[in-house]
């Protein structure tokens, strides 16, 4: 692998290999450390539910197209801009997804600062 020029925290990331979930949740907690990136996850998550919701309910159908599109511009937008770091998703995509719900729920039941404390942050 080509490692020339890529941040060492990028390296380790690349390097590491989760073999559960509940290995790779501290993990993704702490690619999202900057509060303004989960707060960007969070607005993205809930605009491709309210889209999915509506595209499946209300119609029109090519909304459900929009969902994914519009999840993970937000996603990779504020990793790209706040974070500065690589997205799970590439690596984890399933447990990416599941974690950002996960972190949306845990955000909106005001639970999230226990994980954050766990791991690390």
Do not use: C, K
Not at 3 to 27: I, K, L, N, Q, S
Not at 81 to 97: D, G, I, K
């Amino acid at each position: 692998m080509v490692t020339r020029g890529v941040p060492a925290d990028y390296r380790r990331a690349m390097e590491r290999r989760f073999a559960t979930y509940d290995e790779f949740w501290p993990h993704y907690l702490r690619e999202h450390a900057r509060p303004a990136t989960r707060w960007v996850h969070l607005v993205g998550t809930v605009i491709a539910i309210g889209l999915l919701l509506w595209g499946a309910l209300v119609g029109p159908l090519w909304l459900l197209v929009a969902v994914p599109v519009a999840g993970y511009a937000f996603a990779w937008g504020s990793h790209m801009l706040v974070e500065r770091n690589r997205p799970a998703t590439f690596t984890y995509p399933v447990w990416s997804l599941r974690s950002d719900f996960r972190m949306a729920w845990l955000m909106a039941t005001g639970r999230l600062s226990a994980e954050l404390r766990r791991a690390g942050l």
